[in-house]
């Protein structure tokens, strides 16, 4: 027990994460970001890596569209354990962390973006939570993944269920787990929740949405370089709440503001839908070339609903809602996004294992063909590289941009 | 040898009420509505004086339509049932109802309902975990649903159907009961693939029928003198996703051991405990199929393991086969837990990853055989 303790050391864990990411392989390496915006969430980000291996800090792992705010107004440091994907697949170990997986059991059927964390925490890199907050967003492999961490780590369990129906009996429904999971909160952490600290996160993420949202506007009217892709990793990285985030998110609409000065919007057009590869991706590269690439995520009606500062409870529930990957809400939502930013083509990125995204295809394919809109649906894996190779859908690729052309 | 004679009459009967199903159906005036997972409260449809039966999906030999539609790497399960309905298989029904007992099924809902738009589809939130909140949630959704069939139906539901539905429920769970004891006993009435065909015709929605026909099976079964007691073989339980497939069942048994208990929809997961007859009805159904809930849909892991273990002890079983649908991601996700833990109560597990059409049956048998034998002999 007492050695398995010690093997929990966050000092320990932090030291075989760096191990893991310190060994990058050299087509990972980009030149550094050029937005000021992503150079400020790179430091909140290794400040909060940083903070997470701290034994005396407060970590929350959490999943996906988890209502971070109340994390943060317990000041604790939500953890969304599928975002480290991204960085574990530009390890030169990720093989290594997968075959963990397999070794126990874990079938390679499922979602990479899930196999991974699972293999991260296998080889003891994740920061042991002090809790564990889930909920079924955007899939159950995912709080189903997390609710299994907390029993192997033997912390509290937290869960939340998002009911797919929108009215007054599911929104009363969700208020009252997130009452419940803030009581048992209050008790894990020894504090009561002050009104003034939930006052404060979902102040934070106003702002922050506030600036998101504006953000976004511009991009309806011009090409912004990177600004794009930059609301994308600051939607992956659910730190709204947060006043850094907020801060990140004011210097982005700053850019993007004066980039929209200086340059309108060009070329086809065309919407990234589902999971992304890193920037520096080759996929992502090659198309740049050809395309301007409009993240899909980010654009989600979801993002931009502001909390309710009197009721943020309710508001928060309403959003967990819409998060959901309901096809005619979702169709309805693209639709808008099609006639708002002039998108003239899909790429539907099914990433290996995704039942969400191969479940939602039939409605974009429908919804591509009603508009007269060029689509390509792309089966990759970004995680495991057993799993996809670019000269595998060169071929479609080269053929979609040729019709986009 | 006369009784004998009677009790393998009474369970063709029951077995033959499944094989005439869509006969039986198609003569019964009342409406028919389909469903495919057992979170459904068959007890509101029948109380609104439907026929709630359960879609299997084993009647379309090829799924390349409904691969077509909602992809290659999906449930084979789930896409059996949607090629059936692309198919008309169930056009003389009335709709179909989701439970949200998995993403996949929630997406099934979705392309049902923009691809068979002859049928009305109805979608049933399901929690994920069971608390006192979660219940008075699912009984709210059930009033939902209650009033949405009054609207369709144009017929009241009353507190008074809804007892004698949950009465007709109880019946067949009670009689499903009776018959597993048998199984727990020692006495091998039934062979695993009777046993999940018997589960089947309690499915069809065809409530008085199977009563009946239960009833005279047990009254066979009790009437009869019991065998001289078998020499106990080696006893396997069957756990994990949708399972019906007679070859892998076929493994097992032709290999000297026992199927007696199948922790599966199609087994004993369909009939356990009951919806108590003096409380409020709905809230009574609520809490019914939310306690009952041991898939691997449900969050809480260890409220399934320890469901399963309870069922080894009851069944005195030797080892568990873990069966998962291809691509069932609920049931992949829990299995190195699973796993684990039964290997902490010294329990032999074998996994097992199939299709609905089981095109891997030979391998699948290699892999049966090895590891009951190293067991058995």
Same mark, same amino acid.
């Given at each position: 027990?007492?050695?398995?303790?010690?093997?929990?050391?966050?000092? $320990?864990?932090?030291?075989?994460?760096?191990?893991? &990411?310190?060994?990058?392989?050299?087509?990972? +390496? &980009?030149?550094?970001?050029?937005?000021?915006?992503?150079?400020?969430?790179? %430091?909140?980000?290794?400040?909060?890596?940083?903070?997470?291996? !701290?034994?005396?800090?407060?970590?929350?792992?959490?999943?996906?569209?988890?209502?971070?705010?109340?994390?943060?107004?317990?000041?604790?440091?939500?953890?969304?354990?599928?975002?480290?994907?991204?960085?574990?697949?530009?390890?030169?170990?990720?093989?290594? &962390?997968?075959?963990?997986?397999? #070794?126990?059991?874990?079938?390679?059927?499922?979602?990479?973006?899930?196999?991974?964390?699972?293999?991260?925490?296998?080889?003891?890199?994740?920061?042991?939570?002090?809790?564990?907050?889930?909920?079924?967003?955007?899939?159950?492999?995912?709080? !189903?993944?997390?609710? %299994?961490?907390?029993?192997?780590?033997?912390?509290?369990?937290?869960?939340?269920?998002?009911?797919?129906?929108?009215?007054?009996?599911?929104?009363?429904?969700?208020?009252?787990?997130?009452?419940?999971? %803030?009581?048992?909160?209050?008790?894990?952490?020894?504090?009561?929740?002050?009104?003034?600290?939930?006052?404060?996160?979902? +102040?934070?993420?106003?702002?922050?949405?506030?600036?998101?949202?504006?953000?976004?506007?511009?991009? #309806?009217?011009?090409?912004?370089?990177?600004?794009?892709?930059?609301?994308?990793?600051?939607?992956?990285?659910?730190?709204?709440?947060?006043?850094?985030?907020?801060?990140?998110?004011?210097?982005?609409?700053? @850019?993007?503001?004066?980039?929209?000065?200086? +340059?309108?919007? !060009?070329?086809?057009?065309?919407?990234?839908?589902?999971?992304?590869?890193? #920037?520096?991706? +080759?996929?992502?590269?090659?198309?740049?070339?050809?395309?301007? %690439?409009?993240?899909?995520?980010?654009?989600?009606?979801?993002?931009?609903?502001?909390?309710?500062?009197?009721?943020?409870?309710?508001?928060?529930?309403?959003?967990?809602?819409?998060?959901?990957?309901?096809?005619?809400?979702?169709? $309805?939502?693209?639709?808008?996004?099609?006639e708002t930013f002039g998108i003239e083509g899909f790429v539907i990125s099914n990433v290996w294992g995704c039942r969400n995204m191969m479940g939602i295809n039939p409605m974009l394919r429908d919804l591509a063909a009603s508009r007269k809109l060029k689509y390509l649906t792309i089966n990759i894996d970004l995680v495991d590289r057993n799993n996809y190779t670019f000269n595998h859908i060169k071929n479609r690729?080269?053929?979609?941009? @040729?019709?986009?052309? | 040898?006369? =009784?004998?004679?009677?009790? /393998?009459?009474?369970?063709?009967?029951?077995?033959?009420?499944?094989?005439?199903?869509?006969?039986?159906?198609?003569?019964a005036d009342s409406p028919k509505i389909g469903w495919v997972s057992i979170q459904t409260p068959e007890e509101i449809f029948l109380a609104a004086g439907l026929i709630p039966l359960r879609i299997t999906g084993e009647l379309e030999s090829s799924a390349t339509d409904a691969c077509a539609r909602l992809g290659n790497n999906y449930c084979s399960y789930l896409l059996s049932c949607f090629s059936e309905g692309?198919?008309?298989?169930?056009?003389?029904?009335? =709709?179909?109802?989701?439970?949200?007992?998995?993403?996949?099924?929630?997406?099934?809902?979705?392309?049902?309902?923009?691809?068979?738009?002859?049928?009305?589809?109805?979608?049933?939130?399901?929690?994920?975990?069971?608390?006192?909140?979660?219940?008075?949630?699912?009984?709210?959704?059930?009033?939902?649903?209650?009033?949405?069939?009054?609207? /369709?139906?144009?017929?009241?539901?009353?507190?008074?159907?809804?007892?004698?539905?949950?009465?007709?429920?109880?019946?067949?769970?009670?009689?499903?009961?009776?018959?597993?004891?048998?199984?727990? =006993?020692?006495?091998?009435v039934l062979t695993g693939g009777e046993s999940i065909q018997v589960v089947k015709a309690a499915t069809t929605g065809l409530k008085e029928h199977f009563n009946r026909k239960m009833s005279a099976l047990l009254e066979a079964l009790a009437a009869a003198e019991p065998p001289p007691a078998p020499r106990k073989g080696h006893r396997v339980m069957i756990c994990g996703s949708y399972f019906d497939q007679q070859?892998?069942?076929?493994?097992?048994?032709?290999?000297?051991?026992?199927?007696?208990?199948?922790?599966?929809?199609?087994?004993?997961?369909?009939?356990? =405990?009951?919806?108590?007859?003096?409380?409020?009805?709905?809230?009574?159904?609520?809490?019914?199929?939310?306690?009952?809930?041991?898939?691997?849909?449900?969050?809480?892991?260890?409220?399934?393991?320890?469901?399963?273990?309870?069922?080894?002890?009851?069944?005195?079983?030797?080892?568990?086969?873990?069966?998962?649908?291809?691509?069932?991601?609920?049931?992949?996700?829990?299995?190195?837990?699973?796993?684990?833990?039964?290997?902490?109560?010294?329990?032999?597990?074998?996994?097992?990853?199939?299709?609905?059409?089981?095109?891997?049956?030979?391998?699948?048998?290699?892999?049966?055989?090895?590891?009951?034998?190293?067991?058995?002999?």
């Open positions: 027990m007492e050695q398995e303790r010690n093997g929990q050391r966050r000092s $320990v864990q932090y030291q075989n994460l760096l191990r893991l &990411i310190g060994d990058l392989r050299p087509d990972a +390496e &980009i030149d550094g970001p050029q937005l000021r915006a992503s150079r400020m969430r790179s %430091i909140v980000n290794c400040h909060r890596l940083v903070e997470a291996y !701290k034994e005396r800090s407060r970590v929350a792992y959490v999943s996906e569209q988890f209502p971070t705010e109340i994390a943060f107004a317990f000041e604790a440091i939500p953890w969304n354990i599928e975002s480290m994907s991204n960085m574990l697949a530009q390890s030169a170990d990720v093989n290594r &962390i997968l075959q963990l997986t397999e #070794e126990q059991n874990l079938s390679r059927d499922i979602c990479s973006f899930l196999r991974g964390p699972y293999g991260m925490m296998l080889a003891n890199c994740y920061p042991r939570p002090n809790v564990v907050l889930t909920n079924n967003q955007p899939c159950e492999g995912l709080s !189903k993944l997390i609710y %299994i961490s907390g029993k192997r780590y033997s912390v509290p369990i937290l869960p939340l269920h998002t009911p797919d129906t929108i009215d007054e009996d599911s929104l009363r429904y969700l208020v009252k787990q997130m009452q419940y999971l %803030i009581s048992q909160l209050e008790g894990e952490f020894g504090v009561e929740l002050a009104p003034d600290s939930l006052r404060a996160a979902v +102040e934070h993420s106003n702002q922050a949405r506030e600036y998101f949202s504006e953000t976004i506007r511009l991009l #309806e009217t011009h090409k912004l370089a990177g600004v794009s892709r930059e609301l994308h990793e600051i939607f992956g990285m659910n730190y709204f709440g947060a006043k850094q985030n907020a801060q990140i998110c004011k210097v982005l609409f700053e @850019e993007a503001l004066e980039l929209a000065k200086g +340059e309108e919007k !060009k070329g086809k057009r065309v919407m990234w839908i589902g999971q992304a590869p890193e #920037e520096s991706h +080759e996929l992502l590269q090659y198309m740049n070339r050809v395309v301007d %690439i409009v993240y899909w995520a980010p654009l989600w009606e979801a993002n931009a609903l502001v909390l309710d500062e009197d009721e943020p409870l309710r508001s928060m529930a309403h959003r967990a809602i819409l998060y959901h990957w309901n096809a005619e809400r979702m169709r $309805v939502d693209t639709l808008r996004m099609c690729v080269d053929a979609f941009l @040729e019709l986009m052309q | 040898m006369r =009784g004998e004679d009677t009790i /393998r009459q009474a369970i063709r009967g029951i077995v033959d009420l499944y094989r005439n199903r869509f006969d039986l159906w198609k003569a692309l198919a008309g298989v169930y056009d003389f029904a009335d =709709g179909v109802i989701f439970a949200d007992a998995c993403d996949m099924r929630k997406k099934l809902w979705e392309a049902w309902t923009r691809d068979i738009p002859s049928m009305t589809t109805y979608f049933l939130d399901l929690p994920c975990y069971v608390s006192a909140i979660s219940k008075e949630y699912f009984a709210q959704r059930l009033r939902k649903l209650i009033t949405e069939m009054e609207h /369709r139906y144009g017929r009241k539901i009353s507190e008074e159907a809804l007892r004698e539905a949950i009465d007709i429920c109880n019946r067949s769970r009670t009689l499903m009961q009776r018959l597993y004891r048998y199984k727990k =006993g020692g006495r091998q070859g892998i069942i076929d493994a097992i048994e032709n290999g000297g051991a026992a199927l007696v208990c199948e922790d599966i929809s199609n087994g004993v997961k369909y009939f356990e =405990g009951q919806i108590d007859p003096d409380a409020e009805p709905v809230t009574a159904i609520a809490d019914y199929y939310l306690e009952k809930y041991t898939s691997a849909r449900r969050l809480e892991i260890d409220v399934r393991i320890q469901h399963i273990l309870d069922l080894v002890q009851e069944y005195q079983v030797d080892s568990v086969i873990y069966y998962s649908i291809k691509f069932c991601d609920t049931n992949l996700h829990d299995y190195p837990y699973v796993l684990e833990r039964l290997r902490e109560a010294k329990i032999p597990v074998l996994s097992i990853e199939s299709e609905r059409n089981v095109t891997n049956l030979a391998s699948i048998r290699t892999r049966i055989q090895t590891f009951l034998e190293s067991r058995m002999f």
